[in-house]
C-alpha cells in the first residue's frame, strides 16, 4: 500500500464486478465474510465497553437497562451499504454531504499526514495519491445513489455538513425525526453538551480550493 491498492480496491465494497481478473467470486465473497466477523467482533467490543461506562440505551422510566445503540462515522460504509444491511436489516442511515471541493481539499489533507503511516516500502508518487482520492470520491458515490433508492422510508436521512456546523441542535432534531427516533430525541443534558462544543468545528478543512492541503503539490 499504496503502489498495489487499486489490486485491493474491490474490498472497499466486495464486488466481485471491481475486482482484479486473478481474483475469484469465491475469494471476493471469503473476503466480504472475514471482514464481517471482525466487524461483528469489534462492535460486540465497544458494545460490551459502553455499556460497562452506562452508556446503555434507555428502557422503563428512563433507566439504561437496553444494550447501547451503535453510532458509527466511517465515509468508507458508504460503500456498504448492501453489506451493513445484510448484517443489520434494521440499521439507519445518515448520510452527511459537503462541497465536492472541500471533500477534496480535506482527503489531501488527511493523505498528507496521516497516509504516510500506511507506507511499509517506497511511498507511492503525488499523481498516485491524487488519483486515488479522486477515483475513492466518484467510486463512493456511485455506490451510495445506486443503493439509497432501495432503503425503505426511514432508515435515510441527507444533511449538509454546513446545517450540522451552523445550527447543531435543530439539524440534530431533524435527524432523530426523519429516522422516527423523535422519543429517544437529545436529552437536555445533551443538548447542553452540544451548546458548549458549538466553537469546535471538527477535524476538517472548508472552503474548498482556497485552503493549503499540505506540503505536497495537489492538482
Known amino acids: 500500500?499504496?503502489?498495489?491498492?487499486?489490486?485491493?480496491?474491490y474490498l472497499i465494497s466486495f464486488d466481485s464486478a471491481a475486482a482484479p481478473p486473478s481474483v475469484t467470486d469465491a475469494q471476493v465473497t471469503a473476503a466480504r465474510h472475514a471482514w464481517s466477523d471482525a466487524f461483528l467482533y469489534?462492535?460486540?467490543?465497544?458494545?460490551?465497553?459502553?455499556?460497562?461506562q452506562g452508556k446503555g440505551g434507555r428502557g422503563v422510566g428512563g433507566c439504561s437497562d437496553m444494550p447501547p445503540r451503535l453510532l458509527l462515522k466511517s465515509p468508507i460504509h458508504t460503500a456498504r451499504i448492501p453489506v451493513l444491511r445484510q448484517l443489520f436489516p434494521e440499521a439507519q442511515f445518515i448520510y452527511i454531504h459537503r462541497d465536492p471541493l472541500e471533500v477534496f481539499a480535506s482527503s489531501c489533507h488527511m493523505a498528507d499526514t496521516a497516509y504516510w503511516h500506511t507506507y511499509l516500502c517506497a511511498p507511492p508518487s503525488d499523481a498516485q495519491v491524487t488519483e486515488f482520492v479522486l477515483w475513492q470520491y466518484e467510486y463512493l458515490w456511485e455506490h451510495y445513489e445506486a443503493a439509497r433508492v432501495t432503503l425503505p422510508p426511514g432508515t435515510l436521512t441527507e444533511v449538509p455538513f454546513r446545517h450540522l456546523v451552523e445550527e447543531p441542535l435543530a439539524t440534530l432534531r431533524r435527524v432523530y425525526?426523519?429516522?422516527?427516533?423523535?422519543?429517544?430525541?437529545?436529552?437536555?443534558?445533551?443538548?447542553?453538551?452540544?451548546?458548549?462544543?458549538?466553537?469546535?468545528?471538527?477535524?476538517?478543512?472548508?472552503?474548498?480550493?482556497?485552503?493549503?492541503?499540505?506540503?505536497?503539490?495537489?492538482?
Open 177 to 219: 425525526a426523519d429516522l422516527g427516533l423523535v422519543s429517544d430525541a437529545p436529552s437536555s443534558a445533551q443538548e447542553e453538551s452540544v451548546r458548549h462544543d458549538e466553537g469546535a468545528r471538527g477535524n476538517h478543512l472548508g472552503g474548498g480550493a482556497s485552503h493549503d492541503v499540505g506540503a505536497r503539490e495537489y492538482p
Open 1 to 9: 500500500f499504496m503502489r498495489s491498492e487499486p489490486q485491493l480496491r
Open 42 to 52: 469489534y462492535l460486540r467490543k465497544l458494545t460490551l465497553r459502553a455499556a460497562r
